[in-house]
């Protein structure tokens, strides 16, 4: 790892250092992205700072281990988990401490093999392409299989075990999932929990917070609600979030996303009708209101 290639100094301006590296950017635009979250970006800000001032310590010639920082998240389906992983891998990157600053993104299906022999070079070719970057490996907890003796994911954890700690200066780790299994995963792997550092939990957004994503994802894609379709969408939430398979901002896209189509279909069904930029853009009550969610006989 070579995080700056500057003669030692003496004194550092914070201030320049920051702008230097352009890391603010990167948290201002992590900002910017997720609505909410603010345990979760007040400790990005944490080890941001940490590994600047381990890149100063450096520049000055002071003797320094190379921080952990593989990674641990924790919850919910839609929950920004993803897109943190990938402002991290820009922040480290920019810092000096990985080469490339990629996110390569597996599950377990792309670690372990079906047969005797396979798990290995599955393992170690997500490895080699993940070097010098971040592996995000999400559900991690399906790794392990205790329950099923030709399971071949405790070669793969094995084989990530021995990474993790040997490769350390070279690729950065995270493994996500929901947070009771992930619990479990770590009693029952130990190895892992060692070796993690910044252990980080992303809760559920708040309904109010949950309608504030909708509105800036339809502010992104050049729609958005009349005042009438605003109230119907704070109606949906209250109902969708009691209802099973609910996946935080990623089931509000889908709710848009459907919404879009019902408008699409109102419009053309009146194929008479003069559009303005205002009609193509507006989504209706009515393209909410249509929505399972308020069936009386749905759960």
């Known amino acids: 790892m070579d995080l700056d290639a500057s003669p030692m100094t003496d004194r550092v301006s914070l201030r320049e250092e920051l702008e230097a ?37 450096k520049r000055m010639n002071l003797t320094t281990d190379v921080p952990t920082l593989h990674m641990s998240f924790t919850g919910n389906p839609g929950t920004g988990k993803t897109t943190v992983a990938l402002r991290i891998a820009s922040i480290l990157h920019r810092l000096g401490f990985v080469r490339r600053g990629h996110v390569v993104s597996v599950t ?41 003796e030709r399971d071949y994911g405790q070669e793969a954890i094995e084989i990530l075990l021995q990474v993790m700690e040997s490769q350390r200066e070279d690729l950065v780790v995270i ?34 917070e949950l309608l504030a994503i909708a509105e800036l994802m339809l502010h992104d894609m050049n729609y ?28 509000i896209r889908n709710a848009l996303d459907r919404m879009r189509l019902r408008q699409a279909n109102r419009l053309v069904a009146d194929l008479d009708r003069m ?24 759960s």
């Open 21 to 57: 590296v352009g890391i603010e950017e990167i948290l201002t635009q992590l900002d910017r992205e997720l609505i909410g979250l603010k345990p979760v970006k007040t400790r990005i800000r944490e080890i941001a700072s940490l590994l600047l001032i381990e890149r100063i310590r």
């Open 224 to 251: 958005k609600f009349s005042d009438e379709a605003r109230e119907a969408f704070i109606r949906y939430i209250a109902a969708r979030v009691t209802q099973p398979l609910f996946s935080n901002a990623r089931s």
């Open 275 to 298: 559009l303005d930029a205002d009609d193509v853009m507006s989504l209706q009550a009515s393209d909410v209101l249509a929505s399972r969610v308020f069936l009386k006989d749905k």
């Open 175 to 208: 493994l996500a999932g929901y947070g009771d299994r992930m619990e479990k995963f770590y009693a029952s792997n130990p190895g892992f929990r060692s070796r993690i550092a910044h252990h980080i939990d992303f809760p559920d957004y708040s309904n109010d």
């Open 108 to 148: 377990r299906d792309e670690l372990v093999g079906q047969y005797i022999g396979h798990t290995a070079p599955k393992t170690k070719e997500v490895l080699k392409k993940a070097m010098g970057g971040v592996l995000f490996i999400d559900e991690a907890y399906y790794l392990n299989r205790p329950d099923n």
